[in-house]
């Protein structure tokens, strides 16, 4: 190793808070390291799996950190670090590769994760250092599970005799696996309809929705589409959007018609 590159290995081992710094460009042409020659490896993970467990989707975990141990009695280089397959949303925060890691000390690498789709996804953090094997690269599994909330609305057609006051109860339920919100109701241009969000439920806005159980059919939120013919003014056919914070379908509609 040159001079300068003897230099910058005394000033990284200088850095007291083991993260991995970056080497950048030391002047040395030469080849890198390569892995050490040793009967096992001596970098050690401080975890073997993250486990992110549910997230929403459409929003990012909270970050995980793995912390790496060089137990060797010389400097490490990371030659490489990915999160495969990139199909399932993990990612590092920053790619270590090309820094270097002191004897004894700890380097700290932060997972994120945002998931890509509803359900399980599993990936592996993969690292490659000269103080591990050649082939035997340092390894995290990493698993998630992307869950979402998704409203219904039962009837989402309803037909009414033109001229006959109504009210008709209408089931919200959520059949989706994380709490919807249902933010706001679209007005219509029919003033004989209204939708009551019954205010004797605290029927406000925003309205939550947990996710109803299969079995049970619980829990359900009731509302009460009102027809007051004597303020029916308007086309016979109107649309309720039920705007919500359900990634599926954030916009659930109810149709009625006037007969």
Same mark, same amino acid.
């Given at each position: ?8 290995? *005394? ?47 459409? +929003? ?25 397959? +990139? ?51 340092? +390894? ?64 406000? *806005? ?54």
């Amino acid at each position: 190793m040159s001079l300068r590159g003897w230099v910058l290995v *005394l000033l990284l081992g200088a850095c007291t808070d083991g993260a991995v710094v970056d080497s950048g460009d030391s002047g040395d042409t030469g080849d890198r390291p390569g892995h050490t020659d040793t009967d096992g490896p001596s970098v050690y993970p401080s975890v073997d799996v993250i486990d992110f467990g549910k997230q929403r989707m459409g +929003e990012q975990a909270r970050p995980q950190d793995v912390w790496l141990q060089n137990t060797s009695p010389v400097t490490l280089e990371f030659l490489d670090a990915a999160t495969i397959p +990139e199909n399932q949303g993990f990612y590092l925060d920053r790619d270590p590769t090309g820094g270097f890691l002191e004897p004894d000390a700890t380097a700290r690498l932060t997972v994120r994760w945002r998931p890509l789709r509803v359900g399980e996804h599993e990936g592996r953090l993969v690292i490659d250092t000269t103080a591990n094997p050649e082939g035997a690269p340092i +390894e995290v599994v990493l698993l998630g599970e992307g869950v979402a909330g998704a409203l219904r609305v039962d009837p989402d057609v309803i037909e009414l005799p033109r001229r006959e006051a109504a009210r008709v109860p209408v089931t919200l339920s959520n059949v989706g696996d994380f709490v919807v919100l249902l933010e706001e109701v679209g007005a219509v241009d029919n003033p004989g309809l209204t939708l009551d969000l019954d205010p004797r439920r605290n029927g406000e *806005l925003p309205i939550e929705v947990a996710p109803t159980d299969e079995g049970t059919g619980l829990p359900v939120r009731t509302v009460y589409l009102d027809y007051a013919p004597e303020l029916d003014d308007g086309p016979s056919e109107v649309t309720f959007t039920l705007m919500n914070d359900g990634y599926l379908d954030p916009e659930r509609a109810l149709t009625v018609r006037l007969q």
